[in-house]
């Protein structure tokens, strides 16, 4: 079952101020084992769940660790163990949805899908590996970064909704383009050109990735989750829950007239923005299930959400992505 958001072994370190003062470009969603960031400045840190993430910081895991990011652009990264992420860049405006996204891997399993800045301007988004460029327009991939002269790979893999996004992996030698599922590539070196892309099996697929595919956050499993904020903060952004705040027309569709950007500055509040949530008020029951307005970015099997007690707030909060009998349309 998916991690919930508010739930485990969460070790909270608010504090973890980038020391030049400067906002937070994520956080991180789960983690499994050592993980630590290098700030910018040289200075070393144990991460925890929630702590926040800086432009210029290197991620590393221990061996058998793992760590998913979601950053405010939507999109997230997950990283398995003994691996090495530099967040090199990333400048992303809510408002117009433009950007530039910039990560190095340089050793490690990883799993990424685009959010925002890919799906709104192709090739703002690039991974770098020690042997090739990954040029995202909006997609999920799945990875493995290792020196030169051991074997990097590349797999582009099928959306939630079964859409296929495209990727251009590019070194000195040439580039190939990955738009089909479950289409990989291999590269040894940063001088030789990548292998011809070959369509490899589910299995194979698990094999390689399955283990740091499987700790991406709910989020990222969502993708691009903006409408998926918007949805949850129409009923818990503000603290209301009223029958006219969550009605649906003939169709369907929902006739909220609040904007749901409370629950997203509840993410990251850092990150702009100033309606910030109310503490919940009493849900349908702790443990009971709460039907979402369809059909903005959902993806298939997690329909639903559930709310635990949070003593932090007195209310409750919400466990996003537990699978429900179904999927929205």
């Known amino acids: 079952m998916p991690t919930p958001m508010n739930s ?47 432009q210029g910081d290197t991620i590393e895991t221990g061996e058998g660790a793992k760590v998913s990011i979601l950053f405010t652009d939507s999109s997230t990264f997950a990283l398995g163990g003994d691996g090495q992420i530099v967040l090199d860049e990333l400048v992303y405006d809510p408002k117009t949805h433009d950007g530039q996204s910039l990560t190095t891997i340089t050793k490690g399993v990883f ?13 703002a988004m690039q991974v770098h590996t020690p042997v090739m460029v990954i040029g995202v327009r909006g997609t999920k991939v799945a990875g493995v970064a290792n020196p030169e002269g051991q074997e990097n790979k590349v797999a582009l893999l099928a959306d939630e909704d079964g859409s296929i996004g495209s990727v251009v992996v590019t070194n000195d030698a040439g580039s190939v383009v990955l738009d089909a599922a479950n289409e ?16 490899v099996t589910q299995a194979i697929i698990n094999e390689l990735f399955g283990e740091t595919l499987s700790f991406l956050p709910i989020l990222g499993e969502i993708g691009a989750a903006t409408g998926l904020f918007d949805a949850i903060g129409g009923m818990l952004g503000a603290g209301s829950g009223s029958d006219q705040d969550n009605a ?3 169709n369907g569709d929902s006739q909220s007239e609040e904007s749901g950007g409370g629950f997203f500055d509840s993410l990251f509040p850092e990150a702009g923005g100033s309606d910030q949530p109310e503490p919940l008020g009493a849900p ?32 409750f909060a919400p466990s996003i992505g537990l699978p429900g009998p179904t999927p929205l349309a």
């Open 184 to 199: 990989m590539t291999r590269i040894l070196f940063g001088n030789v050109a990548p292998s011809v892309p070959e369509i």
């Open 8 to 54: 485990g072994n969460k070790q909270s370190q608010p504090n973890q101020a980038a020391p030049d003062g400067s906002q937070p470009i994520g956080r991180v969603e789960t983690l499994e084992g050592e993980v630590t960031a290098t700030r910018a400045d040289g200075g070393k840190i144990s991460m925890a769940q929630d702590a926040p993430v800086y």
């Open 248 to 250: 649906r027309d003939g």
């Open 284 to 315: 349908p029951g702790d443990g009971s299930w709460l039907d979402l307005p369809p059909p903005h970015h959902a993806a298939p099997g997690y329909s639903l959400f559930v709310f635990d007690a949070d003593p932090a707030t007195d209310g």
């Open 111 to 123: 799993v990424f899908v685009s959010g925002e800045i890919a799906a709104n301007n192709p090739d």
